[in-house]
């Protein structure tokens, strides 16, 4: 799958097909278009997320809750709190809020933690975007170096291409001494034709590679701008120890595991908070709703017979009082609301006590994966010192091959100059111009991919010191 940035850079590419491009322009497309960078940019930003909640845990939580319920048959009316035995709907509201004040100093050690982890991801981040610029640099000198050696290719079926319509006409003119001289170079002439085919087709097989690396379709006219190596065919001045030394503080992959041990380290404190005591504070808010709460309401008054009588000289006279008369009327939802809400606040203290050891195994498992992640450390310098070691190695190599090279071609030149003059001359025989040609021939080729190894040698040591640059 292409992102939507992706496929613009494959179109600004697509539409550059007839210009030249820059290894910088390769090196951006490729940025943009790899899928190990873009999954390593989403992982920095999940850990960032990481990072954030951690320090947002150190403030207060606020949650409200809303309970509407329709009760039937037998219950206990929430207003009373007698029981009834009709229909009715209640409801039920509160806010709640909680600080916590203390608990083993986990949170606090949690930021840390995530801030170190959120680091090291920034660091994986520059990791993957330096493999991508190294792999770039590395398959664009490649296309450059088949390039140069197809030039080369073409030079030496141009030498033989001559040789052989000069011994054609020779032929025709009876003035060639040896036959054998004319199908010895056409021989020769032969041999540099398949070698062009040969070098063309791993032209456009490093052409693939770079164009697969950038994320892009092959294109078979693209075209790129050429590097001067001649000046970088050099060797550094620095020994392996000291550039070793200097990748330790400047390689992404390098601080990135160093940040991954601190992290685990502060791993290590979260856990063991969490057998501290916690202490919080707590408070809430609440009110509640029922249907079936009602209010008896004063109407009038009136005289009753209470039933009862006194006895009077004239006989028994009854009793009448003076009775209230009142209707139950329903309550309104806002009179409720508003009157039936209550307060909480205090101080919870929690000590973890026995949870199935649970808090003691999770120290455990901390120092577990802090143990790992030095190991991880500690095998990424090792790792890291042995690459040098190669790379240094590899490029004093290419150097003193390229220096060897360079004298050599010079050597060579002379003599398939001095052999060319001879042969023209009618006095050297075919077999010694060719071997003199192929001499040259391979002594070019030689040159061109040790001068091209010692730039590569030198980039590799240029990013295992932070300083990779083109």
Avoid: W
């Avoid at 039937?72 to 207003?79: D, H, M, T, V």
């Avoid at 075919?430 to 040609?437: E, G, I, R, T």
């Amino acid at each position: 799958m292409i992102t939507l940035v992706g496929l613009k850079a494959q179109a600004q590419v697509q539409n550059q097909t007839d210009s030249v491009l820059s290894i910088r322009q390769c090196i951006e497309t490729a940025i943009k278009n790899n899928l190990d960078v873009q999954k390593s940019e989403l992982e920095m930003a999940r850990l960032r997320v990481g990072y954030n909640q951690a320090k947002e845990n150190l403030l207060p939580t606020l949650n409200g809750q809303v309970d509407h319920s329709i009760n039937q048959g037998r219950s206990i009316n929430p207003f009373t709190n007698s029981y009834v035995n009709q229909s009715y709907t209640s409801g039920n509201y509160s806010l709640n809020a909680s600080l916590t004040l203390f608990s083993g100093l986990q949170n606090l050690n949690a930021i840390k933690q995530t801030s170190l982890a959120y680091q090291a991801g920034k660091m994986d981040f520059q990791q993957a975007k330096d493999l991508v610029t190294i792999n770039v640099i590395t398959a664009y000198l490649l296309v450059l170096d088949n390039t140069e050696l197809l030039a080369q290719a073409y030079n030496q079926l141009e030498v033989s291409r001559k040789q052989v319509e000069r011994l054609e006409i020779l032929e025709k003119e009876g003035a060639n001494k040896l036959p054998s001289d004319l199908y010895d170079l056409k021989g020769t002439y032969g041999d540099n034709q398949l070698n062009v085919v040969n070098t063309r087709n791993t032209l456009e097989t490093s052409k693939l590679n770079l164009l697969q690396i950038l994320n892009v379709p092959y294109r078979k006219n693209i075209k790129l701008e050429p590097v001067s190596v001649q000046d970088v065919a050099t060797q550094t001045n620095q020994s392996s120890d000291q550039i070793f030394d200097t990748a330790l503080q400047q390689l992404a992959y390098v601080k990135a595991a160093v940040l991954r041990r601190q992290s685990a380290e502060k791993g290590v404190k979260v856990a063991k908070g969490a057998l501290s005591p916690t202490i919080s504070l707590f408070g809430g808010l609440y009110t509640n709703y029922s249907s079936a709460a009602q209010n008896s309401i004063f109407t009038d008054s009136s005289t009753v017979n209470t039933g009862q009588f006194v006895n009077a000289p004239s006989g028994k006279l009854p009793v009448y009082e003076t009775q209230a008369n009142y209707i139950n009327k329903n309550i309104g939802y806002y009179d409720q609301f508003k009157n039936n809400y209550s307060t909480q606040f205090g101080v919870s203290l929690r000590i973890p006590i026995l949870n199935y050891f649970k808090n003691r195994n999770n120290v455990k498992l901390a120092k577990i994966d802090l143990q790992e992640s030095k190991y991880v450390e500690e095998n990424t310098k090792v790792t890291l010192r042995q690459n040098v070691e190669t790379a240094y190695l590899n490029m004093i190599s290419a150097y003193n091959r390229y220096s060897a090279l360079v004298e050599q071609v010079k050597a060579y030149k002379e003599s398939f100059r001095t052999a060319e003059i001879r042969f023209n001359a009618g006095v050297l025989t075919s077999v010694d111009f060719v071997v003199a040609k192929n001499n040259l021939d391979r002594a070019n080729i030689n040159l061109i991919n040790a001068r091209y190894d010692c730039f590569i040698y030198n980039k590799v040591l240029d990013y295992y010191q932070g300083k990779l640059s083109f």
